[in-house]
């Protein structure tokens, strides 16, 4: 597996975790590139003397662009097969690497997403009421149950990020991993999830950028321009309702 995957992990204002989560991700692939959004904080630095690919945004461009960057650099690796994404800020392990990505090269032509949802008790509410109401309309829009789809530590197949057109998608916030899916799914890929669990409130974690009432409605309108264009997509909205429960 080692050679066969890149690691991107958008990074802003996390010079408490960022250096821990590098030297897990290290220890599954030497493709590790985290992409330091404009921090203010000492990210940077926290990566000293690490054998990580770095790249520095010079102002706050925000996760989207942060993403786009990582996944051209990744795509750029001769041989790699994937790309898995995860967050900086604690709330992913990197011992779950391997499962994750193992899943995806197994399967091919599949995005895998880490999915904490299954885990309630541990869920914020607010957050977990934001995530069912997105999960609802993305699963609509591609036509497949997602069990997570806020979920920042996924496997993507680099073909399929080679077939989507990435240059055209949304740079706002977190609207673009939710775009991703549907994309995603309409080029024929399907999204499967591996359970991880829900690390929340561990006193290390800084307070989320998510935030569930803004970013959830930009979300929405973003899908609701996606099921306009297909005419809203009913032939999707039926196979998400006939669908079982994702899981592992």
């Keep these: 597996m080692e050679h066969r995957i890149a690691l991107v992990i958008p990074a802003y204002n996390e010079a408490a975790t960022i250096r821990d989560i590098a030297e897990g991700a290290l220890e599954t692939t030497p493709h590790v590139i985290v992409v330091n959004d404009g921090s203010t904080d000492g990210t940077g ?3 000293d003397g690490l054998a990580v690919r770095r790249i520095d945004l010079d102002v706050n461009q925000g996760k989207a662009a942060a993403l786009l960057k ?24 990197t011992d779950d690497i391997a499962r994750v990505a193992g899943k995806g090269l197994e399967d091919q032509n599949a995005i895998i997403v880490g999915s904490r949802l299954w885990d309630t008790e541990r869920f914020p509410k607010s957050r977990l009421r934001a995530n069912k109401v997105a999960n609802f309309w993305i699963s609509w829009a591609a036509g497949q149950r997602i069990a997570d789809s806020q979920s920042g530590f996924r496997y ?7 077939r989507l057109d990435l240059g055209k ?12 899916l549907i994309l995603a799914s309409w080029a024929g890929a399907p999204i499967r999830d591996v359970r991880i669990p829900a690390l929340y409130g561990a006193e290390t974690f800084r307070p989320s950028h998510f935030r569930p009432v803004a970013d959830i409605t930009h ?3 973003m899908v609701a321009v996606k099921l306009l264009s297909r005419g809203m997509n009913i032939p999707g909205l039926i196979r998400y309702l006939r669908s079982g429960e994702p899981g592992e």
């Design 45 to 47: 630095a926290a990566l």
């Design 70 to 93: 990582g996944f051209g650099e990744a795509l750029a690796i001769e041989g790699v097969e994937g790309v898995v994404t995860l967050d900086g800020d604690g709330q992913h392990r």
């Design 156 to 162: 993507y197949p680099a073909s399929v990020l080679r």
């Design 169 to 180: 998608c949304a740079r706002q916030g977190f609207v673009l991993e939710s775009e991703l």
């Design 219 to 221: 979300i929405v309108l």
